[in-house]
Structure formats: structure tokens, C-alpha cells
Nanobody, 117 residues
């Protein structure tokens, strides 16, 4: 399985960005895709996830109400719409896929999001 993330960039505080992640290779009908992020000097943290079969979504408290995760089954693509961005959202964002919300076995290459104040 390969995960190709895109959509990062530089944005001012209060702005928006949409990340995309296309999955290719071996696929299954039941899995979870999501996003993690890691800022310099900080631990990697969970951001959001979505169940491919049910569409159930999960969010970190820090992004609830600002970020929205969605999927396009036909394109095997997951999106992360990020609104009301804050400087604290600055990080490398990684697309992930796994069998459940608590477990991920495939990681994408990361895309940088920088929010200026």
C-alpha cells in the first residue's frame, strides 16, 4: 500500500488548507485512514481518522470544530479540511492507514503545514 499526501503549504492564521491522501496498492473493504502530525521538538500526535466502511469519524480535541475528515471511496482518497488554522497547527502531517483507529501500519511521506501569526 502506498499513501501519497498533498496539499500542505503556508497560510496565515485563520486561513484554511485541504490535505489529500491517495491510497494505492492492496486494499481491503474494512480499514481506517487518518492523519497524524508532528511539530519540531514535539511528539507525534493523532489528528483525525475515518472508518472506510462506516464513515465514522474521530478527532483530537485540539482540532474538533475546525478540521473535517472525509473520504472518496471511488478514488481511495481521504481529505482533511482544515479551517481556522492556528500557529499551533504548524507541523508535518502524515497520512496513515490501518485496521482500526488505534493501530496504523502504513504511513505516507508527510506534507508540511505552516501557519504564520
Amino acid at each position: 500500500v502506498q499513501l501519497q499526501a498533498s496539499g500542505g503549504g503556508l497560510v496565515q492564521a485563520g486561513g484554511s488548507l485541504r490535505l489529500s491522501c491517495a491510497a494505492s496498492g492492496r486494499t481491503f473493504s474494512s480499514y481506517v485512514m487518518g492523519w497524524f502530525r508532528q511539530a519540531p521538538g514535539k511528539e507525534r500526535e493523532f489528528v483525525a481518522a475515518i472508518s472506510w466502511s462506516t464513515g465514522s469519524t474521530y478527532y483530537a480535541d485540539s482540532v474538533k470544530g475546525r478540521f473535517t475528515i472525509s473520504r472518496d471511496n471511488a478514488k481511495n482518497t481521504v481529505y482533511l479540511q482544515m479551517n481556522s488554522l492556528e500557529p499551533e497547527d504548524t507541523a508535518q502531517y502524515y497520512c496513515v492507514r490501518g485496521p482500526r483507529v488505534s493501530s496504523y501500519d502504513y504511513w505516507g511521506q508527510g506534507t508540511q503545514v505552516t501557519v504564520s501569526s
